[in-house]
């Protein structure tokens, strides 16, 4: 198994809207904002190389909508989804399998793209891929509660699924993908993915958005993107803890930063122990 990490570019959000109720005098010690009070973040996908396959999970936030949309984001950053899979010696058409955490925009938007604007025509991205989410989510994203309607964007979503490519992964037994097992979470949004599996003799899990950044890694650190809370504090206390105890390694998807970490257990809880990079494992 090789483990390539792809980097889709970068993009801000609001420093509050992605920690909660932490007041901005503890968050920007870690993650500092701007005069706007946007703070920037990663948007680092995983491409798995296994026994013939080529798995990229996740693909970032895509080049699809407006002028107008895209000037809520202010996307920065020397490489994309494009360009990074090149980087790494692979195209788009080479993915046998795109594997989407969850639908919101930033996780999911390179899933298609224009095949011509002007005609307003999309196709998939990876065109010879089997698309994967799981039946839940999936009417999650496309039947959206108010909340979240605005992260789910049907340009992103719906060709997939018209294309014949989209598949579900199974929310007990088996997962379908090679060494691939999955923990499912949701407190961000309902029946999220962190695939988990054994890299050089080590468990390393993506963290998606249960743990967007080492500046997350408090409990009570929480976006206030989730729509349960107090269940992702559960469900980071969970999971946190063991990655502490066993030493995983978690890559992290949005740390504008860090690309992987471990944690170390302290008298104040579950901390961060070392950061590093994919390539330095």
């Keep these: 198994m090789q483990l390539h990490t792809i980097n889709t570019g970068f993009f801000k959000l609001d420093g509050g809207a992605m920690f909660g109720v ?16 946007l703070c920037t973040w990663a948007m680092r996908c995983l491409l798995i190389e296994d026994n013939g396959r080529l798995i990229l999970i996740d693909n970032g936030i895509g080049d699809k909508q407006d002028e107008k949309f895209f000037s809520h984001y202010y ?22 399998d ?31 891929a089997r698309y994967w989410s799981n039946e839940a989510h999936w009417k999650w994203a496309t039947e959206p509660n108010v909340r979240e309607k605005a992260s789910f964007l049907k340009e992103n979503i719906l060709p997939i699924q018209e294309s014949g490519q989209l598949n579900f992964v199974p929310l007990s037994g088996p997962s379908p993908l090679p060494n691939i097992d999955l923990l499912f979470v949701d407190g961000h949004t309902d029946k999220q993915m962190l695939p988990k599996l054994q890299y050089m003799g080590r468990t390393l899990v993506f963290m998606a958005d249960l743990l967007p950044s080492t500046g997350h890694i408090p409990l009570p650190y929480v976006m206030g993107y989730d729509t349960r809370p107090l269940l992702t504090m559960e ?27 471990t944690l170390k257990n302290t008298e104040k809880g579950v901390r961060l122990d070392e950061t590093f990079r994919l390539k330095d494992i």
């Design 22 to 37: 932490v007041p901005k005098s503890l968050w920007q010690r870690t993650n500092p904002a701007d005069e706007n009070n």
């Design 75 to 96: 996307l920065h950053g020397g490489q994309n989804l494009d360009s990074s899979l090149k980087q790494a010696g692979f195209s788009a058409d080479e993915v046998t």
């Design 98 to 128: 795109m594997f989407l955490t969850h639908l919101h925009f930033d996780h999911c938007g390179g899933s298609v793209q224009w095949a011509d604007r002007e005609k307003g025509l999309t196709t998939l991205t990876f065109k010879n």
């Design 235 to 261: 469900e980071k206390k969970t999971i946190l803890q063991q990655a502490a105890d066993e030493q995983w390694i978690l890559f992290l998807e949005h740390d504008p930063l860090h690309e992987c970490c």
